[in-house]
């Protein structure tokens, strides 16, 4: 079983706050199994979940995730993805979805190149919800961070008295564009300078019905 305990709360996307959101999460700890982990972006034990100590958020660690062209690069290495599917354990009479996700990461991209970053997410048994995309262009040689929201309104949750995976598709892809790939290499990776990088999604709690 993959486990970390890294945590981290990174800021949130200004389109809604906080306190927009479904609040007062449920006392007891929530424990995540991670059911399935599937892709190039994520061999073996380089991908790890933790739970926020306030169970307002959790947290996905990758450590070999990087997407890149150029000099150096195979062929496939322009795009990575990782699939994971984690089965969320919480008390009884509570029920979540996701109301936002940060990702962060470091891109090195030559003038004409670009990079791309997009993921979505679904509860096992319903439609993914929509991809999120953001993309990058060089020149460009710093940290990056893309945050995306969902509407109060349109935050999918888990049906309450079920327990079903939550799924987690996240891709990154790399570009030559107009770029020298014979002489340059550009690259974007899920990465930061300890060698890790923090995902975070942040939940939206409420209680289902019944419950006192």
Not at 182 to 198: E, I, N, P, R
């Amino acid at each position: 079983m993959l486990a970390t305990m890294a945590a981290a709360l990174l800021a949130l996307s200004s389109t809604i706050t906080p306190h927009s959101w479904p609040q007062n999460p449920p006392p007891d700890k929530i424990i995540i199994d991670v059911a399935t982990v599937n892709g190039t972006g994520c061999p073996p034990d380089t991908a790890a979940v933790s739970v926020s100590a306030d169970n307002t958020a959790f947290t996905v660690t990758y450590s070999q995730y990087t997407a890149q062209v150029g000099v150096g690069a195979q062929p496939t290495d322009f795009r990575k993805n990782c699939q994971i599917g984690l089965r969320v354990h919480v008390p009884q009479g509570f029920t979540y979805g996701i109301a936002s996700a940060d990702y962060r990461g470091f891109g090195h991209l030559e003038k004409g190149a670009y990079g791309v970053e997009r993921a979505n997410y679904y509860f096992q048994g319903n439609s993914p919800t929509a991809y999120a995309t953001h993309r990058l262009d060089g020149f460009y040689d710093n940290d990056w961070q893309f945050s995306d929201s969902t509407d109060i309104d349109a935050i999918i949750y888990e049906p309450c008295g079920q327990e079903r995976n939550l799924n987690i598709n996240t891709e990154l892809r790399a570009y030559a564009g107009t770029s020298d790939p014979k002489a340059t290499t550009s690259f974007l990776t899920m990465d930061s300078t300890d060698g890790s990088v923090q995902t975070v999604y942040h939940f939206a709690w409420k209680t289902c019905p019944g419950t006192r």
